[in-house]
């Protein structure tokens, strides 16, 4: 499996690829990308099966790229992995076709039910 994982900060990319590790998915091809233009940029040339995103990014946010790949056709599973978690952020998730959404600070657990849960 092939795996994006967009967020604006280099430690944050590197904290979710650990927990992705502990969660038993290490073996899986990551890539990586600094925002959402990036990440559209990585989707057309990674093809990737999961795409973990953040929610606030420069350039375009994550629920940019969301409705960006929706509207092409793309039902690539897309969980939001972000520090902002309101109930109203995960409606509008939702709505937007969001696989499932994460509030940092996260355990590796709360990361392998989500994907357990959405990802076969």
């Not at 979710?16 to 990551?30: C, W």
């Not at 233009?37 to 990737?48: R, S, V, W, Y």
């Not at 995960?90 to 076709?97: E, R, S």
Request: glycine share 10%.
């Amino acid at each position: 499996m092939k795996i994006l994982i967009v967020d604006d900060s280099r430690a944050m990319r590197s904290i979710v690829r650990r927990a992705m590790r502990q969660a038993g998915y290490g073996d899986n091809e990551f890539e990586e990308a600094g925002n959402g233009k990036e990440a559209m940029e990585q989707i057309g040339a990674f093809n990737p099966d999961l795409v973990l995103c953040d929610w606030n990014m420069p350039e375009m946010n994550g629920l940019e790229v969301l409705e960006a790949l929706r509207g092409q056709g793309s039902g690539i599973p897309f969980g939001f992995v972000t520090s902002e978690g309101t109930d109203d952020m995960k409606k509008t998730a939702k709505d937007a076709g969001a696989t499932f959404f994460i509030t940092k600070p996260f355990t590796s657990e709360a990361l392998q039910s989500a994907l357990s849960d959405h990802i076969h």
